[in-house]
């Protein structure tokens, strides 16, 4: 959540880790801070706001070759200046910034209070500096001896960097739970939470495991463990282009993302289906035959955007597979203890690869033995590692807040794993899953011949229920959860109330809702529950409720009964939400724009929550 940026060398690093917080803006956050050696001591500047707002206070005469900057992203205590990062010892010679939770903060905090220390501020990430100073003082050690030592008395998630006063070139980092990666350039490295702030000076990355601290000079990288052993850095070359985390010609970067989905769904494709449409390469899959074929159920945890399309997961594998799935919010799993065994399969879903929930989901999943099953974006994230297979995404990176192409491609990943497992246990037809495989290459282009006629739709749609209160989304079987998708979105981005339901439970309370100001956005492209579908639209008309229809082309039925109709290319019924799902995204985004809302960093929200 928090974004970390660090820079140790050649150049200089004050407008490295400006340009770095501004790339990492999209995690979202609400203070900002940097840290620098001067000649002498360590200075710092931090701000409550934006990164604009510590941008207008730092002079462009600054100059420094070692400096960390961090936008924090609230747990302990209010965001205010005090709070923000970075944070420092109680003799101002060590300063830290720090992403994650420590469990344990409050018993420290008051045995270093009953040793004299004082706090300025309410945050976890105070007491470790302090904890860090204290073992230094105490234990006459080093500043990576002081940190690999206090770290052993902590509980909970951390990605940190450490400068000390007393150590001009020396960067000290760590992490547990948290991302952290190191860039290694042209003896200088750069360290943060993601790729997105060094990929313009450098593509080889090393990315510290849980437990690893690294101690990093101007000439020298050391990775030790908290027990001290020493590990050999693996450096890997990214696969990513600057442009890829810019917005080009496009005003926003979740309106790039919604247009980039064609694309992504066909590099999710690319690769996986043979030539003839018999054949699905998945090699998570295919090299682990024996779990699917034998497996007795699978379990998909996931949370916000991707749960709902572990949902859509539910609808496709045992449609296709007849395998029996259940679905569970990561952060409910490890809570309820959940019947899990050998004999499962567990898919995790996440966007980013790094969502706390979904990672302690997973240790709990491989403590019951069960085969863990990846689904993520980002390469080399800690679910990618933390699973025992999986399955790369290649959607591109997603910078707005808000899901959008993540969604889809996770969905086409599910179709690829519904297909492999059916053809796997012979629950599908040579004929169906031909036909089913086609369309699901042909759909990028269905979308692609789309979107600006949708676009435009909804830009107008967006003019008539800007003021709206509440929202009610409704859909039947695999449409529901995309109801549920539509509904967050309006949520997470307009501040509009919205609120997702199967169609077919409306009247068994929702339908109390319906009134002339209460708009509905049903989904009416599903072959098998269309009349039903339509026979919903005319309660809520009956109503005098404002409908907004989504139907498949060609589709008149429904205009006698709907307010507006947005029509959608036709496809087959377990492919539609990849369909259904854009009109709902773009109506989402004009409403938050006419309302001027900040539609790729949307208030309170991170695009990858990584403390549970």
């Keep these: 959540m928090c974004g970390i940026v660090a820079y140790n060398g050649k150049q200089n690093a004050i407008p490295l880790i400006i340009s770095g917080l501004e790339r990492l803006e999209y995690r979202g956050y609400d203070s900002a801070g940097i840290a620098w050696h001067n000649t002498k001591n360590l200075e710092f500047i931090k701000k409550s706001g934006k990164v604009k707002v510590l941008k207008s206070h730092i002079s462009t005469d600054l100059n420094a070759q070692l400096a960390i900057g961090h936008t924090r992203w609230a747990t302990h205590g209010k965001p205010s200046d005090e709070n923000a990062h970075p944070h420092f010892s109680i003799d101002n010679n060590l300063a830290i910034i720090h992403n994650g939770i420590i469990e344990n903060y409050a ?3 008051e045995g270093l209070q009953n040793r004299g220390y004082k706090f300025k501020s309410q945050t976890d990430t105070e007491v470790l500096i302090n904890l860090i100073q204290d073992v230094k003082k105490n234990e006459k050690t080093n500043l990576f001896q002081s940190v690999q030592l206090a770290l052993s008395q902590i509980i909970g998630a951390y990605a940190i960097a450490v400068i000390d006063t007393n150590s001009p070139n020396s960067l000290v980092v760590a992490k547990k739970g948290s991302p952290l990666l190191i860039g290694v350039g042209d003896e200088e ?3 943060a939470s ?4 060094f990929i313009q000076h450098t593509k080889n990355v090393i990315y510290l495991n849980d437990g690893e601290i690294a101690e990093i000079g101007l000439k020298h990288l050391e990775i030790r463990t908290i027990s001290n052993e020493l590990k050999t850095p693996y450096i890997q070359k990214l696969n990513i282009e600057l442009d890829q985390i810019e917005k080009g ?3 926003t970067f979740m309106l790039k993302e919604i247009y980039e989905q064609p694309n992504a769904i066909l590099e999710t494709l690319r690769g996986r289906i043979s030539p003839d449409f018999n054949f699905v390469k998945l090699r998570g899959v295919n090299e682990n035959i024996e779990f699917f074929q034998n497996t007795n159920k699978i379990t998909i945890v996931a949370c916000g955007t991707s749960w709902h399309a572990g949902l859509v997961g539910e ?15 990561a952060s409910e799993f490890l809570y309820r203890n959940p019947l899990v065994s050998k004999n499962d399969i567990v898919i995790a ?3 980013s690869g790094e969502t706390a929930d ?3 989901a997973i240790s709990l999943a491989k403590k019951r033995g069960a085969f863990v099953y990846g689904i993520c974006n980002v390469v080399g994230s800690s679910i990618a590692r933390a699973t025992t297979v999986g399955t790369y995404m290649h959607a591109g990176p997603e910078i707005g807040v808000a899901s959008t192409k993540s969604f889809t491609s996770q969905v086409t990943t599910l179709v690829l794993m519904a297909l492999s497992i059916g053809k796997l246990k012979k629950s599908i037809s040579d004929d169906e899953f031909q036909i089913i495989s086609k369309e699901l290459f042909s759909i990028s282009k269905k979308i692609q011949s789309s979107l600006d006629s949708i676009n435009k739709q909804t830009q107008k749609l967006a003019k008539l229920y800007k003021n709206a209160k509440n929202f009610l989304y409704l859909g039947r079987g695999i449409s529901f959860p995309v109801a549920l998708e539509g509904a967050l979105k309006l949520k997470e981005i307009s501040y509009i109330h919205a609120e997702g339901y199967p169609a077919a439970e409306m009247k068994h309370g929702p339908i109390a809702l319906i009134d002339k100001n209460m708009p509905t956005v049903i989904i009416a492209t599903n072959k098998p529950n269309y009349e039903k579908v339509v026979a919903n639209a005319e309660e809520i008309k009956a109503r005098s409720g404002k409908l ?8 008149n039925n429904m205009n006698n009964i709907a307010d507006h109709i947005i029509q959608v290319p036709e496809t087959h019924d377990f492919l539609t939400p990849l369909i259904t799902a854009i009109p709902l995204q773009l109506l989402s985004y004009h409403i938050a724009k006419i309302r001027g809302c900040d539609v790729d960093q949307p208030r309170n929200l991170a695009k990858s929550v990584t403390v549970e």
């Design 107 to 109: 018993a420290i905090k």
């Design 189 to 191: 490295y750069f360290v």
């Design 194 to 197: 993601d790729a997105a702030p």
């Design 249 to 251: 010609d496009y005003e």
């Design 315 to 329: 609808y496709l594998i045992e449609g296709i597979a007849k395998v029996p799935v259940e679905v569970e919010y």
């Design 349 to 351: 879903i996440s966007q």
């Design 358 to 360: 979904t990672l302690s």
């Design 548 to 555: 907004i229809a989504i139907v498949s082309q060609d589709d």
